[in-house]
């Protein structure tokens, strides 16, 4: 899974839902070619939440 939110000022509009991505960002199962053409456009920052969980739960160890 993973977090998409949007730099700080921009709108952007989730293409699934037609609606604005609000700052707190939305969570997708995938990465698609247009979410990735925003990270390229520099309109997006993508969090993998998989990678966050596995480090989490090593550094509580």
Not at 39 to 49: A, Q, T, Y
Request: charge should be positive; hydrophobic fraction near 35%; aromatic fraction near 4%.
């Amino acid at each position: 899974m993973f977090k998409i939110t949007p730099k700080e000022g921009l709108k952007v509009i989730n293409p699934e839902t037609m609606k604005r991505v609000s700052q707190d960002g939305i969570v997708v199962q995938s990465v698609s070619s247009f979410w990735m053409n925003r990270l390229n456009d520099g309109d997006v920052k993508i969090e993998d939440l998989s990678k966050m969980k596995t480090s989490k739960k090593r550094g509580a160890k």
